[in-house]
């Protein structure tokens, strides 16, 4: 069973930039991982995902050229960094974790739905 933790949120002005970890535990190399994110009053929406090799990537729309995933298996953890930080970027953001397959809709239902997630860290960003 995989155990991830999510930090490295907290407040940042527009246009800045963080760098969330997320922790992991148990079986970590064989997991394609993902990042959502969750504003109060809406649905938890996906933001990133990157598969158990590191070699491909997959960023929602809102995201593309302005947040990049990675990870590193040596360390158990996955990254992801984010720049021209906006006040709409303001969120719990949470990574996920699931031994999934097929195309990358598939992939980002199945994580969506996974029973592997981690407990949240807050981003907010000022004006």
């Known amino acids: 069973q995989v155990q991830l933790v999510e930090s490295g949120g907290g407040l940042v002005q527009a246009g800045g930039s963080l760098r969330l970890p997320c922790a992991a535990s148990?079986?970590?190399?064989?997991?394609?991982m993902g990042w959502f994110r969750q504003a109060p009053g809406k649905e938890r929406e996906f933001v990133a995902a990157i598969s158990w090799s590191g070699g491909s990537t997959y960023y929602a729309d809102s995201v593309k050229g302005r947040f990049t995933i990675s990870r590193d298996n040596a360390k158990n953890t996955v990254y992801l960094q984010i720049n021209s930080l906006k006040p709409e970027d303001t969120a719990v953001y949470y990574c996920?974790?699931?031994?999934?397959?097929?195309?990358?809709?598939?992939?980002?239902?199945?994580?969506?739905?996974?029973?592997?997630w981690g407990q949240g860290t807050q981003v907010t960003v000022s004006s």
């Open positions: 996920a974790a699931a031994q999934v397959r097929g195309s990358w809709y598939q992939i980002v239902r199945q994580l969506k739905e996974s029973d592997y």
């Open positions: 148990g079986r970590f190399s064989s997991y394609t």
